[in-house]
């Protein structure tokens, strides 16, 4: 098959290296993978009158066209984009889309771009205007969600649930060899963030 995801950028987020993460090993399975990314980012809902938004934008641009993405191993095609858009996607059986503006971008696409699938990372609504998010979540689009409490959020059913799975070269499921320890310590990763929920 020829799969598509469509990223909102590739800086370094648990979101983001999950699905890339995803879409390496469709490629290692043999599916022809393509991850399509903008240089220039989307405007994520807002007025044109944000500066500040346009200033980060701005900088995330040339980060983007000048610094190598060495974080992270690819073996399909990584393709930037100038900025999201139907003619900078190949053709495709699939297309992946992550992120609520891309969605409301390309939920319409012809279907040589492939079925488009709304792959829901998280209930977006700290990413944008309140209203917008929601509005993905209600468009009729096949849509994938990464728990059962953010599928059961969604006002239409997902047809299927992936959860997150550990990454085995950072995490060992082995019991530790010492199990004299007299405190069993637990790591686990921790935002700020009132969305995440960590309190």
Known sequence: MKITFVLPSIRLYGGIKSTITMADELSKLGHDVSLVYPLLPGRDGLPWWNLRRYAVQTIRFFQNWLLPNLWFQFSGHLIAAPWLSA??????????????????????????????????????TWGGPDTQVKKTYTLPLTKIATSQTLANRLPIKPAAII????DHNFFSLAPAADT???ICRIGVLYR????????
């Open 192 to 199: 700020q963030q009132d969305w995440k929920r960590m309190d």
């Open 180 to 182: 004299q320890l007299p």
């Open 87 to 124: 003619r900078f996607l190949p053709p495709a059986d699939f297309l992946i889309l992550t992120w609520w503006s891309d969605v409301i971008e390309l939920h319409n696409i012809a279907s040589d771009r492939g079925y488009p699938i709304h792959f829901v990372r998280s209930y977006e």
């Open 163 to 166: 959860a997150n799975g550990l």
